[in-house]
């Protein structure tokens, strides 16, 4: 009788115990299936942008053109919105910009986790298209494992997103150029949309370690709308926010060292 042999698994196995084995690198077509999630969310909440700037006064190309150019969510609403109750260009610009000055922080804080070269030609495309969805999907991804990083796959999940924000707006533009006036429950819920998104994101940060920054954020811009416009309230309520955080950081560092020492 015959025994069998224990498989030699010398030639098969070449991998330390406990030592992760190499994956391939990310492809673009891997991008492409890993942007899904953020085009099925950008699609609607730009379609819904698309409509409320056709009816704010806006052409459909005016609206395409935001969307294509400054690319910045619920920064869009505001400064269309500021625009056509009679803002100027330069108040809307600034009201946005200090909307959208996180998004100084995500490029650094992405590259610090980037160990490769990067392209600058391929960079400069991706960077245009780091939004908060796609940061997040990416850091993710580089935390989960970082040899698995690519920059095909980065581009894939940048302009993927883009086209499907653009698309949406194109939709909600067209539509709203009068297709919709026969449906007004449709177009009323559409243009609901984006305030119903951003009430849930309030009422889900309502948590202990959030609450003094919602309550300087809701102040200032309480202040600010009722002494001053809207604008300055936004930046009230960002500044609130702000200095908020700030000041519970470091009183978080300061017990945390008390109880150290």
């Known amino acids: 009788m015959l025994e069998k042999s224990a498989p030699d698994t010398s030639a ?9 084995l190499p994956n391939k690198v ?6 492409i299936f890993d942007s899904l999630p953020i085009a099925i969310g950008y699609i609607p909440i730009s379609f819904a942008f698309g409509l409320s700037a056709t009816k704010l006064g806006f052409t459909p190309i005016e609206a395409i053109f ?12 505001v400064i269309t919105a500021l625009l056509s109750a009679g803002m100027s260009l330069w108040v809307s610009a600034l009201t946005v910009m200090a909307m959208d000055i996180r998004h100084i922080l995500y490029g650094p804080a992405l590259r610090y986790r980037i160990k490769q070269k990067l392209s600058e030609k391929k960079t400069v495309i991706w ?3 780091l939004t908060d969805e796609v ?32 698309l949406g707006t194109v939709a909600g533009a067209i539509l709203g150029n009068g297709y919709l006036n026969s449906y007004p429950a449709v177009e009323a819920a559409m243009t609901f949309m984006l305030p119903a998104l951003f009430l849930s994101f309030l009422l889900a ?9 919602i309550t300087a954020s809701l ?29 519970q950081t470091k ?6 060292n008390t109880l150290h020492d």
């Not at 102040?219 to 000041?247: D, E, K, N």
Request: with cysteine; charged share 10%; net charge neutral.
């Open 26 to 31: 990310s492809s673009f077509k891997e991008g």
């Open 66 to 77: 935001f969307s294509c150019v400054i690319y910045a969510g619920a920064s869009q609403f």
């Open 12 to 20: 098969s196995d070449t991998s330390e115990p406990g030592k992760p």
């Open 219 to 247: 102040l200032g811009a309480l202040v600010g709308i009722t002494f001053f416009s809207i604008p300055i309230a936004i930046l009230a309520g960002i500044m609130g926010g702000c200095l908020a955080a700030l000041l």
């Open 127 to 129: 960077a245009f298209g």
């Open 251 to 256: 009183n978080t560092q300061s017990n945390a």
């Open 135 to 166: 940061f997040a999907a990416a850091t993710t991804k580089l935390i989960k494992d970082q040899r698995s990083w690519s920059e095909n796959w980065m581009m894939a999940i940048a302009i993927c997103s883009w086209l499907s924000w653009v």
């Open 205 to 213: 940060s309502f948590q202990k370690q959030h609450t003094y920054c």
